[in-house]
């Protein structure tokens, strides 16, 4: 593995890198004061349709795709570092420039497994970022975390038209509160019965004004409610229709679907996670030259020195096995290096919280306070130990894959 990045990530980090300071950083500030005038805590403030255009003039538009059919046409080792940098500022910088979740795992979805007419009616203006999206798998009354639970149903009309019948309740469906979102990939069983349990879930299509679809209340995550991502709903599905054609793939294919989906959304997490913690150091650093405690700066204060530390090598080791997983993605594939996307989804956000925990720390009240952003990016990190299979899921799979070569 070559750790020199090649010339075209030199270039597009030298124009993410400026973006970012001259338009992306100056705008969170105005779009705290922009969302305070909005008729609905849902609508997107004007600041962020300038920065998607200037990102998009610039060519920072749909970086995350590898297909240069549909998107930049880059490798996960070019990406990973351009994601790290808008981890610096996860409200707003993977919005600006359309690599966002959860919009950037259903546009890998429909460019992967969507049939022409899907693309044309849902891929392409996620693509051009006219509208939004939803991936609605989670349900309340099971453990999700294991997908063969889900119980939403997605039956044939029993009339015999050419139809589908879904039936169910989801909840944290990210995005889904976005005044902007209109469809769907939702997750069901076509196969409630069937004999291999992972072949009984399929995925549709699910337009957002389809008749029985009602996004019934916002989830909070921390007390946040994720305003920029928009939210994070509880949907209900009530005998909602939608034809047959709005099958994604085949029947029996969503588990499969859901594994190649949530592979580089879990990478894409890491990498927007390191940057992250960048932001918490750099918080943390000027926070500790600037202030005084007990007659002297808290830079000079031993403990802080370790937090600084440990945080610099923990982020190194990071970075160093999130990009050998991007190189491992691109070289062996997805399945190759399952293991290692496993131990990054592990690693990172758990480290992170305690890097964002220590900044939290050394800024005492602001560090809680809606003056710094570390209390949400904490949230944030927080949330990944959940977010695309918790942690233990994860490290029983990995287990044991490790023991079975002992066995």
């Known amino acids: 593995m070559d750790f020199a990045f090649d010339a075209r990530t030199e270039e597009l980090r030298a124009k993410l890198l400026a973006f970012m300071d001259e338009y992306v950083y100056p705008a969170e500030a105005v779009a705290e004061e922009q969302r305070a005038e909005l008729a609905s805590p849902w609508d997107t403030p004007a600041v962020v349709e300038e920065l998607k255009a200037e990102a998009r003039r610039q060519g920072l538009w749909n970086l995350f795709l590898p297909d240069s059919e549909y998107g930049a046409g880059l490798t996960n080792l070019q990406y990973a570092p351009l994601a790290e940098i808008t981890g610096r500022s996860p409200q707003l910088a993977p919005t ?100 291999d349990i992972r072949r009984q879930q399929s995925m549709v299509l699910v337009p957002r004004d389809t008749p029985g679809v009602t996004v019934k209340r916002a989830m909070r995550v921390f007390g946040y409610e994720d305003h920029y991502h928009g939210g994070h709903a509880e949907v209900i599905f009530d005998h909602a229709r939608v034809p047959v054609s709005n099958l994604i793939g085949e029947e029996g294919g969503g588990f499969a679907i859901a594994q190649a989906r949530l592979g580089p959304g879990r ?140 066995v």
């Open 267 to 406: 990478i894409h997490h890491c990498m927007r996670l390191i940057g992250m913690a960048e932001r918490a150091i750099e918080l943390m650093c000027r926070r500790a030259v600037a202030r005084e405690a007990f007659g002297k700066a808290l830079a000079q204060q031993g403990v802080v020195h370790n937090w600084i530390a440990d945080a610099r090598v923990t982020v190194e080791q990071l970075r160093l096995l999130v990009l050998k997983t991007a190189w491992l993605m691109d070289t062996v594939g997805n399945r190759g290096a399952h293991t290692e996307i496993q131990a990054i989804k592990i690693a990172t956000p758990r480290a992170v919280v305690d890097i964002i925990d220590r900044a939290i720390q050394l800024h005492g009240a602001g560090g809680v306070s809606q003056d710094f952003p570390l209390a949400e990016l904490y949230a944030g990190a927080r949330t990944l130990m959940i977010a695309d299979g918790p942690d233990e899921v994860h490290q029983r799979s990995l287990a044991r894959r490790e023991l079975k070569r002992y």
């Open 96 to 195: 600006a420039l359309n690599c966002a979740a959860p919009d950037t795992g259903n546009m890998e979805v429909l460019t992967q497994f969507g049939d022409d007419a899907q693309k044309k009616q849902w891929l392409e203006p996620l693509l051009a970022g006219e509208i939004r999206s939803a991936f609605a798998m989670t349900e309340p009354e099971v453990a999700s975390s294991d997908a063969t639970n889900i119980t939403t149903l997605i039956e044939r009309a029993p009339e015999g038209t050419d139809e589908y019948v879904i039936t169910g309740r989801k909840w944290y469906i990210s995005g889904a509160m976005n005044p902007d979102c209109q469809i769907f990939i939702v997750m069901g069983k076509t196969d409630p019965g069937g004999s």
